[in-house]
């Protein structure tokens, strides 16, 4: 998979080059490239923003160079992304469906976001979509962005070792996932649940599902 970043803080996307994500693009499974959009402007500023329109606080991400930046990266076979807090959630499903595309190009704004003629535009090049990823607001595109990364990354096939922590997880089955333990079975005079250490893995199994369930209701009642 291909994936592109419009961005003016090119380094907030370095940590993707960590860890199993990075390893990915080392070995060109995930070819990942940022593009600033200063490069496309031609004021000696290096202009990217400008005062909205009607008034208000904050700058507004100019459509010019994005608009070139754009140009530049997409074809028809890309997904525009546009991180937004005023987006659709991003969630596990997304993830899913955006890890069986070919280009994706993430669009990041800072200051008080991107003129909207640039989704609009965007959307008659290719398939765009405006996502964010939860409930509160962050400074920009970038860090939202590089949490999609790693959320579709993983779910390519190779990206992680063994695909079978990819069926036991959070929001696989539309529960949480259960509790994890490891040696020592018992640590400052907290033990580690009994069956656990049964071998039993039929009543390990069904443990688990009800711890499942449990968490679910006490920390995310919105999915029962
Ligand atoms: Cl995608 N961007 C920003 N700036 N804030 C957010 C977000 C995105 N998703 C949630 N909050």
Redesign the pocket.
């Known amino acids: 998979m291909k994936i592109d970043a419009i961005s003016v803080f090119p380094e907030m996307f370095d940590s993707l080059n960590q860890s199993l994500i990075g390893k990915a693009i080392e070995n060109e499974l995930i070819e990942f490239q940022t593009l600033n959009p200063r490069q496309f402007t031609s004021d000696v500023h290096k202009t990217v923003d400008d005062s909205p329109y009607g008034g208000g606080a904050g700058m507004v991400m100019k459509p010019e160079p994005l608009g070139k930046a754009l140009d530049s990266l997409v074809d028809s076979d890309s997904v525009i992304i546009f991180?937004?807090?005023a987006?659709k959630l991003f969630d596990q499903a997304t993830a899913k469906d955006l890890a069986t595309r070919q280009h994706l190009v993430f669009v990041c704004?800072r200051y008080e976001g991107i003129d909207q003629r640039v989704v609009e535009y965007a959307s008659t090049k290719a398939e765009t979509l405006e996502?964010?990823?939860?409930?509160?607001?962050?400074?920009?595109?970038e860090m939202?962005s590089v949490v999609m990364i790693e959320a579709i990354s993983r779910l390519i096939p190779g990206v992680i070792g063994n695909s079978d922590s990819l069926i036991e997880e959070s929001h696989e089955d539309g529960l949480v996932e259960y509790p994890s333990y490891t040696k020592p079975a018992s640590w400052n005079g907290l033990d580690v649940p009994e069956v656990l250490l049964s071998g039993n893995h039929a009543e390990i199994d069904k443990w688990r599902k009800l711890q499942q369930i449990d968490r679910t209701k006490k920390n995310r009642p919105d999915l029962i």
Do not use: F, Q, W
């Not at 996502?131 to 595109?141: A, M």
């Open positions: 991180p937004s807090p987006g704004g996502l964010s990823i939860g409930d509160y607001v962050i400074n920009g595109g939202a």
